[in-house]
Each structure stands twice: as C-alpha cells, then as structure tokens.
C-alpha cells in the first residue's frame, strides 16, 4: 500500500515535471554545459602541446576529471532548485494539508519528494553518461574509478537534496528556502574546500639534512585539514588520478578541494625543508604508496547528512509527532466545558 | 427576508451514537486563544452547520478534526478514534476540503483524482468506475481530460469535494466551501451536499454566510471568539435561543369589516370585536407555551393578534382547537419563524465590537502565517 502510495506520487511527480518545457530546457542547457567543457577541456590540453604518449594517457584523466568536476558544481545550481520547493511548493501552492490527510505517511511524502526529485537529477546524470565516454577515448580511466566517481557524485547529489527539503520544510515560501539551500550546497561543495586550504598548517618541515629527497618521495603527503574530508571535490581528486597516481588538478578551473599540495604534484623537499620545483612536468611517479583516499569518509559523512536532514523532515511534516509522550500528559489535563 | 428554516421532506439525521464527538476543545497559539473549550457532537448523517463570524475558531476545530493540528487541551473523537492518537484511522474516515486549497495544475482533472485515489490507497480494476462515479456525480465528466488550471473556482471546488470523496468516507469535512462562488455555483454545491447526505455522508461545514447553511443543515453550532455559544438541531436552537417564532392569529373578514364600521359610531358593535379580541387573547395567554412577560399584541386595524411563539407543532394545533373551542372567529392562523441570521445576531449580540474586531484580525495573520 505504502509503495503503491510512493508510486503516485512519483508518476505524478514525473507526469509533471516532464510535462513542462522547463524540464527539457534544463537537460538541453545542462548537456551543454558539460558538452563545452568536455571538448573544452581535450582543445586545452591539446593546445598545450603534450603530444608524446605519456601525456595522451594524463588526457583522460584530466578530461574526466573535469567533467566530474563540472558535473558536481552543475548538481550544486541543480539539487537545491529541485527539492528546496518539493515541500514548501505543496506549501505555497496550499496542497499540503491534503496531502497530510491522505494515507500517505510522512516518510512516504519526504521519501516520495526526495526520490521524485532526484529521479529528474539521475535522468541528468544518466544523460551525462555519453559525454564521460569522451574520457575513454584517451584512457587512463578505469571501470572502478567511473563507479567510485558516481558514487561521490550520487551522494553528494543525495546530500544537497535531502538538505534542500529539509529546509523546505522548515521555510515556507519557496524563495527563501531555494535562497538558503544554495547557500548550503555552496558551503558543502565548495567552502568546504576554501576553509580547508585556509585553516590548512603544513606539518613542521623536517631539519635540514634528516631528511634526503629519496626519503621524502616515499613519505605520504600530509593529512589535510578534516574540514576537506567533507569535500566531494577532495574525494574526486583521490579517485580521479593521473597514471602516476597522483592527484589531478583541473586545468584551466582549480576549485579548492582543500588538500595540500603534497597530494598533486609531489615533490623533492631541498635540503632546506623548502619545496623543490616539481620533476617530469609536475608528474612524478608517485606508485610507491597509495593516496590517501577521501572519498571513504566523505560518502560515509555525506550519509550521515543525508539520514539527519531526512530524518527531521519527517519529524518536521507532522511536527507535533515529535513528543508524543509529552502531549499525551498534558492532553489530560482537560478542562470541562462549562 | 425570511428563511424557512426547515422542509419539512428534509432527509433527517439516522439515529445512533454521534460520529463526531469534541470535548474541552482548545486551541491556544501563544496567548491567543483561537479554540477555547468547544464541545459539540455531530450525529450520524446529519449536515452539520458549524457557523461564526471570521476569526471565531471554525478552521482550527476542523482542521483539528482532519488530524493536520493538534489541540492545547481537549478531546475530540471521529467514529471513535481519537484524533489525535489514531489519527491514522481517523483519516480513512475523513474528507477533507480546506477554505483556501491550491491544485496541481499541470494535471488533467482524471489525473488529479487518480493521484489522490492511489494516496488514499484505493487501487484494483474498480478505480477507473469509481472515478467516473465520481466525476458524474461532480459534474465534471465532460471536463476530464481538461488541466485544472482550466477550471473555474466553482469547478474547482467540486473537483475538491470529488477528491475528498475518493476513499468514500464517512464524515466530509467542508470548510467554506461555497467561499468565492457565484450564486448559481453555490446553488450546484448544496444540491450536491443535500445528494452527498442522502447518501448517508455526515458533513460537517463551516460557514460564516448563514443563509448558505439555512436551508441546508439539520444541526449547528455557533462558535464566536473561539467559544461554543449554542449548537443541537436547528429548530431545537432556534426555540431555544433564538427570537421566538410570531404566531398570528387574525379575526375573520367580516368582524374586521364591521369593526371599520362601528369606528364611525356604532359603539355595541366594536364593543363586541373588542371583547372577541380580548378573548383570542385571554385563550392564547393560557397556552402553556404562553410567557408571562410577553403580552400578545392586539393590532385592531389589520385585525390580528400576534404573539411570540416558542412551541412545538402539536401545542399549535391546540391553540388553533382552543381559539376555536372559546368562539374567537378565527379567519387566520399562521406562523412566521426566526431565522438562522436573527438567531445568530441574537446569541452574539453582546459581543464588544472592539475585541471582535482585534480577534477577526489576529485570524487573519494566523491565516497569512497559514495555520
């Protein structure tokens, strides 16, 4: 019965929102985006002039690495326009309260909204298959990093939503509570990032002579700041790298993942615990270790949003449903009509 | 204008025990009282007249009654659940139409109902029929595949009640449904609540436009300033609080004609209406329905006598045989009844005008906060 409830709901949800011709323009206008950043992105590279084979296979990489960079900001303008105006929408438009005497519980609502909103974003993401493939022409990219990309991608897009409705619920008009979530998706996406360069503090550099430079290649690079572990754009960098291992840096746009330097182009610490100019055109080898990968913690505490913000969502659409126990006592205290 | 109040082929309410049932209800929001103390009962298959002036509590009670708010204090029962510990249950019971509602309006009017019919559960093969029943029964199957957008308010609002009737529930919670609406729209939605109660439904509607509810309601309760002033069956309210009925009683044609003649001089003659009225007044002053403080009042000149009523029908047929029985030449007898708008001002006539207006405002920006 629930799931017939949800099935409504999304055929609904869906019948609308295709119905319109700004469902269409948004996919024309999204696809776009991505299609001249893509293209963009191998013309840069291109023009660089790094012809040898070597560089065709950091191609990839960097092409793929920028249309998931892109594609994460793209879901940062489209998440919170989506949902933030799933619930205050049925409030404005006074729809609501015959939503709330249906049968329909008020996980159904905030799960039906979530997912019907979201379907609209996986149509987009789907969408954006075919342009990722571009990546593929150049190698360098494997199935496991495509899945691991998606899965930081789908979380983070999960997380904006769920963020998104839950504001929704809690503002009325449809205005502010967009306002507000874009705010939210921008500091989550990227302040994130910002901050942690900002508060970032290199570890003491080791006294001079302790450490050789063969010494220093194989140390890991330093943690970074935790506020980075909240990055997407952190965990794609640590996904997402070059076929010496290292992180990439995205060409013409470096936005700020909040990872220390040490993470894209290692290398040599001189004698003076100073940094040395990077080797092989900024891409050292870097295979003797493993990144330090962020994308573990950064799904799992993008997770962890996504259940609080829909967990109060639910208790928010039926707000008198949080103390039952509370309201219960005092519902006995009933004064006798006179 | 007059509004007879009852007609008297009007389907009358099922007995049994009340569907709805309030008690102590109260509603606070800070330090306004919205609902104070409201008990009322509905029974069953009746049409629930739930009239007051704007701000004077109806929305909170229904919508405390359609489970979306929760009362201060108090208790309130549909088919006997609680509405607040099983408000589930209580749904399944209720259909509910807000004053104000919006519509989904890139939906088509068959899609907008079969959205709301899988919300309420109601699937199988009988959906389809049930949902041409219903669009048959609103009116509106010539405009099915029409968006809502489309439609007119009066449409609109049918489509609403269309909705709320998809689960096919027991008590219709309607409030101000004919708010906005032409006369002929409002006109097409009492006939179809008059249909919906024949159909055995229990309706609950708030009104503050009492002649909407006059000819329709077999109970009411008027609320003002979040209290219950009065409710029970109509007709029970009126001779209750309301002003009293005027009974007439007029002296026949030729006693009256005579009566004009003897005014020129004949004084045996005008004695004698004189004494036929004081005996049609003496008969109706031993009624046991008759008031001490209220004398009837003898108007010579139309030749009637008229007095406040506040009796059942089987006491008029005794006045009749007794006026008759005691020789009063009675060429008249009629009666003209309160109505609903007397009845109303009369219970709230003490109302200080300042706090009704303070009070109808602060609902307004309750309403605007939209609780």
Redesign the interface.
């Known amino acids: 019965?629930r799931l017939?409830?949800l099935?409504?709901?999304l055929?609904?949800e869906l019948?609308?929102r295709m119905?319109?011709w700004r469902s269409l323009l948004t996919i024309t206008l999204y696809l776009t985006a991505l299609a001249v950043i893509g293209v963009g992105t191998v013309r840069y590279l291109r023009d660089q002039g790094r012809n040898t084979g070597l560089e065709a296979a950091s191609i990839g990489p960097q092409v793929f690495g920028a249309l998931a960079e892109f594609q994460i900001i793209l879901l940062v303008f489209v998440a919170p326009a989506l949902t933030a105006g799933a619930i205050a929408g049925e409030?404005e438009?006074?729809?609501f309260?015959?939503?709330?005497?249906?049968?329909?519980s008020a996980f159904s609502i905030v799960i039906g909204k979530l997912v019907m909103s979201l379907a609209y974003l996986l149509l987009l993401l789907l969408m954006s298959l075919p342009l990722f493939a571009l990546a593929f022409l150049f190698g360098g990219i494997n199935p496991g990093q495509l899945l691991l990309t998606f899965l930081v991608m789908s979380m983070t897009a999960l997380a904006i939503g769920s963020l998104s409705l839950l504001i929704g619920t809690l503002i009325?008009k449809v205005q502010i509570a967009t306002v507000v979530s874009y705010v939210l998706a921008f500091g989550l996406v990227l302040g994130t990032g910002i901050f942690a360069n900002i508060l970032y503090s290199p570890p003491p550099p080791a006294s001079p002579g302790s450490v050789g430079p063969a010494q220093a290649f194989f140390t890991p690079p330093p943690d970074p700041n935790p506020l980075a572990y909240l990055s997407p754009l952190a965990a794609l960098s640590t996904v997402i790298t070059n076929p010496f291992g290292a992180a990439i840096q995205i060409p013409f746009l470096p936005l700020p993942n909040g990872l220390p330097d040490e993470y894209f182009n290692r290398s040599f610490n001189n004698q003076a615990g100073q940094k040395g100019g990077p080797i092989v055109n900024g891409y050292l080898p870097g295979s003797f270790y493993a990144l330090p990968q962020i994308w573990p913690l950064q799904t799992a505490l993008y997770g962890g949003i996504i259940l609080l913000s829909l967990g109060l969502a639910v208790l928010l659409v039926r707000p008198?449903r949080f103390w039952p126990r509370f309201?219960?006592r005092?519902?006995r205290?009933?004064?006798?009509?006179? | 204008m007059t509004i007879e109040l009852v007609e008297p082929n009007a389907p009358q309410p099922a007995a049994g025990p009340p569907l709805v049932r309030v008690?102590?209800l109260?509603k606070r929001y800070g330090r306004f009282q919205a609902v104070d103390?409201?008990?009322f009962e509905v029974p069953r298959g009746s049409i629930f007249g739930f009239v007051g002036p704007n701000g004077a509590g109806k929305t909170t009670t229904i919508?405390i009654l359609?489970?979306?708010?929760?009362?201060?204090?108090?208790?309130a029962w549909v088919g006997g659940y609680d509405v607040?510990?099983q408000a589930?249950r209580v749904?399944?019971l209720?259909g509910?139409m807000?004053d104000?509602?919006?519509?989904?309006d890139?939906?088509s009017v068959i899609?907008y109902l079969?959205?709301?019919s899988?919300?309420?559960?109601v699937?199988g093969p009988g959906r389809a029929k049930l949902l041409d029943d219903l669009l048959e029964l609103v009116e509106l199957n010539y405009k099915r595949n029409a968006l809502v957008e489309t439609l007119s308010r009066g449409m609109k609002q049918r489509l609403c009640l269309a909705?709320c009737l998809v689960?096919d529930p027991q008590v219709l919670l309607l409030d101000e449904p004919a708010s906005g609406l032409d006369p002929r729209a409002r006109v097409e939605m009492r006939e179809l609540l008059k249909e919906l109660q024949r159909m055995g439904k229990t309706i609950i509607v708030s009104s503050h436009i009492l002649p909407e509810l006059a000819e329709l309601c077999t109970d009411i309760g008027i609320v003002d300033r979040g209290r219950?002033l009065a409710g029970g069956p109509v007709e029970e309210v009126i001779r209750q609080y309301g002003r009293r009925s005027i009974l007439r009683v007029r002296l026949s044609p030729e006693e009256k004609d005579q009566a004009q003649n003897n005014r020129n001089g004949a004084g045996k003659e005008a004695a004698g209406l004189a004494l036929q009225f004081e005996r049609a007044v003496a008969v109706l002053q031993a009624q046991p329905w008759a008031r001490a403080d209220v004398r009837p009042t003898v108007l010579a000149a139309r030749g009637e006598v008229e007095v406040s009523f506040g009796g059942t029908d089987a006491a008029l047929r005794q006045t009749l045989a007794a006026l008759v029985g005691a020789g009063v030449p009675v060429a008249g007898f009629g009666i003209e009844r309160g109505n609903l708008e007397d009845l109303f001002l009369s219970i709230t006539e003490n109302r200080p005008p300042e706090e009704a207006e303070d009070n109808s405002r602060r609902s307004r920006k309750r309403q605007k906060r939209?609780q």
Do not use: N, W
């Not at chain 2, 359609?66 to 009362?71: G, Q, R, S």
């Open positions: 019965m017939g409830a099935g409504a709901m055929a609904k019948r609308v119905r319109s409030k438009r006074q729809t309260d015959l939503l709330l005497t249906t049968r329909l009325r008198r309201s219960r005092r519902r205290k009933i004064v006798r009509p006179v | 008690e102590g109260t103390r409201i008990s919508k359609a489970t979306l708010l929760e009362p201060s204090e108090g208790l607040v510990r589930g749904r399944d209720i509910y807000p104000f509602f919006g519509v989904y890139d939906l899609e079969d959205f709301y899988r919300t309420q559960g699937g909705r689960h219950f939209g």
